[in-house]
């Protein structure tokens, strides 16, 4: 088969269910998708826009101010890039298969290392599991820093935002909460190489466990 592209997103369906990952990669079956809102994408735009203002003034947001010692990455044309969900940070290995991943934001911790930096906005608060949804995200884009010749820090920080009140001239409040997650680059490479082989290989067994799998069972 010829190579594939494979993302964050990807993996995490691999990791769901082989089978569906398969499906969806080399015969093009793809599990049923539901409407994107456009809010989180809106304020995904508003919320670089805050960074890159404090970037451009070489001061940290108050999210990150007092709770992590650095500085947000200072190259825009790379962020610019590693941004751009059709380019972002991107590795290939051997065999032709390639990652991509595209970040939010970038931290440079006061010895020089890169930490991931991603911005979730939710409807409540997040419980104290809520970041583990997001740890192979995180390890990967860690992985991808270190192959594009960074050196990689030991954690990665997720923003959680969450809407607290209306003012009253009509704006929103958003709580912030970040959060350090410690990033593993040696489960992403697995992860990746092992989606690959699963690509290489034939069809995978059924999942009875996974709904989409029993609905496509042919």
């Not at 070489?58 to 751009?84: C, S, T, Y």
């Not at 409540?124 to 820093?145: A, C, G, N, V, W």
């Amino acid at each position: 088969m010829h190579p594939i592209t494979l993302s964050p997103t990807s993996i995490a369906l691999f990791t769901d269910c082989p089978r569906c990952f398969w499906l969806d990669k080399v015969r093009g079956i793809s599990p049923p998708g539901s409407p994107f809102p456009s809010l989180p994408s809106g304020m995904d735009r508003v919320l670089k826009e805050h960074f890159d203002r404090h970037r451009k003034d070489r001061v940290l947001p108050a999210e990150l101010e007092g709770r992590f010692n650095g500085h947000l990455f200072q190259d825009m044309e790379k962020l610019k890039i590693w941004r751009n969900n059709f380019k972002g940070l991107k590795y290939m290995d051997k065999t032709g298969f390639s990652l991509r991943g595209a970040i939010d934001d970038l931290f440079v911790t006061s010895d020089g290392k890169h930490a991931p930096l991603d911005f979730k906005t939710r409807g409540f608060p997040r419980k104290d599991d809520t970041h583990e949804y997001y740890q192979h995200q995180m390890d990967i884009y860690s992985f991808l820093l270190e192959k594009n010749g960074l050196k990689p820090a030991s954690y990665a920080i997720l923003i959680f935002y969450h809407p607290l009140k209306v003012g009253e001239r009509h704006e929103v409040e958003f709580f912030p909460d970040p959060v350090r997650v410690d990033v593993d680059r040696a489960r992403a490479n697995r992860l990746f190489h092992g989606a690959v082989k699963c690509l290489q290989g034939p069809e995978p067994a059924l999942n009875r466990d996974c709904g989409m799998c029993m609905w496509n069972r042919e």
